[in-house]
């Protein structure tokens, strides 16, 4: 398909126009004409291109695409670098004075000119415009023209987005390529466990929202969004004008439900909650606490002790370590147990900060389990907004590891009792948390329930989304469980290096992900797309972004809503969830 006229003037150097000129009155293209010719390389390092004397420098940015049309097959790849070179290196030390037009035109090109650095990611079969992309295995000849890739193109590795055998997404856009789209297939997407990195402030949280409404959009998965600053549920922060765009739930009405831990935090942002979780003392266990050993400087001396004291105390164990006087039989346990009391003491001193959470309470039928799944099994997307809980990471951790441990369990019991059914099994179920070297620390990791579930790759309906900016605090066995990672722009080199862990040619994207732009480029790869690919993001909370979703919302939306009121207030199974 043919390029725009902006994209053909980044292209070609204004210094040549006489030559694209003549190319015109030929009957030719200038966007049919090749970029350069393949020089050199290997297929372990890529390919070296000498760039045409026609073609603009300028105008070749790390990340975008080209494609090498071989003799039988096109190389679909990737620009990793952009030099310059030349034929005489003394031009280095004394250059020529080339305010002579006349003068600089006979340099450029031929004593002087550019080079690309290309990484080949797929081989297309010429003879066969359906077929299916292939890993690369060999190189194109010497002299191979190299152009810049084209919708087709793009189409034939990243499909169409009517495509009725898979669940394409428009995510973005290749690099210099406004308007022609790149599809994410959503079905693996949730197949495996996802990352989504970047430091702070390059658009994460969008990121994330935007792949949320797709797979609720697709069907592809249930959602549960442990929603630490109240960004995904009724309302977002926004730095566009007014200051804020719609969450999920304004754009989904009838298949997203917000839960709060702060009823009174999600009213006044708009949201009108459909249950407000309370979680019961008696129902922590020791391993619902050991998850915040770190934020709470639990000791392992002091993290065994909960389970010893659980076992002394029964069910209400936190209750009565948590009481103002020391109850007797703690007493007799330091004296029988030979449990030293000033560990003891500081247990009880750490876990005072649990009585700060009103959302802990002593007499309460915890049922937030029960109701989490009564929504998720009618496929209602759950977003837990944190309130004014958000600012505490105790809290976040607690309750996260609190809710998924037990969903978790749910869920391998519904899994294994199906034996096969597909009818029977659970729905693909993703989890959305932040911070999350928090939760998968590699010193925890393998003992949390994130940590299993990372590993465990749907074995039983259950994945992960991550999002975080401390790609280096995951466990790297955690990381290379992943099945697809989205970075934005990292400037740690720890981060880096984390991130492409594992990945095929990562010195050649290390180069084009230190090189994204600090908002709205992402780099992706992995399990969901074909190959690596940098896009630019497509734009959540724009007018058009809003009126996509609310046809879609208008064509089934209420339809969808009375019956899910229906099947949650029991009318149909004849039980009365609401109580």
């Known amino acids: 398909m043919p390029k725009t006229r902006n994209q053909t003037e980044q292209t070609w150097d204004p210094r040549f126009a006489a030559e694209a000129e003549a190319h015109r009155d030929s009957g030719l293209e200038m966007d049919t004409l090749p970029l350069g010719i393949v020089v050199g390389g290997s297929l372990s390092k890529g390919l070296t291109i000498k760039l045409d004397q026609a073609t603009m420098i300028e105008g070749l940015a790390v990340g975008r695409y080209v494609v090498a049309r071989g003799q039988r097959l096109d190389f679909f790849s990737l620009v990793t670098d952009v030099r310059l070179d030349n034929m005489n290196p003394q031009i280095e030390k004394t250059p020529p004075d080339v305010s002579d037009p006349f003068l600089a035109r006979i340099f450029a090109g031929t004593a002087t000119f550019g080079t690309l650095e290309i990484a080949p990611m797929l081989t297309l079969d010429q003879r ?189 164990w936190i209750a009565k370590l948590l009481s103002d006087e020391m109850p007797p039989e703690l007493e007799d346990f330091v004296d029988q147990q030979g449990l030293h009391a000033g560990t003891l003491g500081a247990i009880r001193r750490k876990l005072d900060v649990l009585r700060r959470f009103d959302f802990l309470r002593e007499n309460v039928a915890d049922r937030a389990v029960d109701r989490l799944l009564e929504y998720l099994d009618r496929d209602i997307h759950v977003v837990l907004e944190f309130g004014r809980y958000g600012n505490s990471l105790t809290a976040y951790l607690l309750v996260a590891n609190y809710l998924t441990r037990r969903i978790h369990e749910r869920y391998v019991r519904k899994k294994e009792a199906a034996l096969g059914d597909d009818a029977k099994e659970p729905k693909p179920l993703v989890i959305t948390i932040e911070e999350a070297h928090k939760f998968l620390d590699p010193q925890i990791a393998r003992e949390t329930i994130f940590g299993t579930i990372a590993r465990e790759l749907r074995k039983y309906n259950v994945t992960l989304q991550i999002v975080d900016q401390r790609p280096s605090g995951i466990d790297p066995e955690v990381m290379s469980q992943l099945g697809t990672r989205i970075t934005y722009l990292l400037d740690d080199e720890a981060d880096i290096r984390a991130v492409l862990t594992g990945v095929s040619g990562a010195s050649q994207l290390r180069q084009v992900l230190a090189r994204l732009d600090s908002r709205q480029q992402v780099l992706m790869m992995g399990h969901a797309v074909p190959m690596p690919v940098v896009v630019q993001t497509r734009t959540y909370g724009t007018p058009e972004f809003y009126a996509e979703f609310a046809a879609l919302e208008a064509g089934d939306g209420q339809e969808t809503l009375e019956k899910n009121v229906s099947l949650l207030r029991g009318e149909e199974s004849g039980d009365d969830f609401f109580g």
């Open 128 to 316: 066969s415009p359906d077929a299916e992309p292939h890993p690369v295995k060999t190189v194109p000849p010497h002299f191979t023209a190299v152009y810049n890739a084209d919708e087709d193109d793009v189409a034939r590795i990243f499909g169409q987005a009517e495509d009725p055998n898979r669940q394409n997404y428009y995510i973005g856009d290749p690099l210099d390529m406004e308007g022609v789209h790149v599809h994410l297939n959503l079905a693996r997407v949730v197949e495996r466990s996802t990352g989504i990195f970047g430091k702070s402030g390059t658009g994460k949280t969008f990121l994330t929202r935007l792949l949320l409404a797709g797979i609720i959009q697709h069907g592809a998965a249930v959602n549960l969004v442990f929603d630490m600053h109240n960004e995904y549920g009724w309302k977002g922060s926004s730095e566009g004008p007014g200051g804020e765009v719609k969450g999920l739930k304004q754009l989904f009405p009838s298949r997203v439900s917000i839960f709060t831990l702060d009823d009174d935090s999600s009213r006044r942002r708009g949201a009108h909650p459909d249950h407000v979780v309370e979680l019961a003392y008696d129902q922590l266990e020791p391993d619902d606490i050991k998850m915040l050993a770190g934020v709470l400087s639990l000791s392992e001396v002091q993290v065994n002790a909960l389970y010893i004291l659980q076992r002394k105390l029964g069910r209400d």
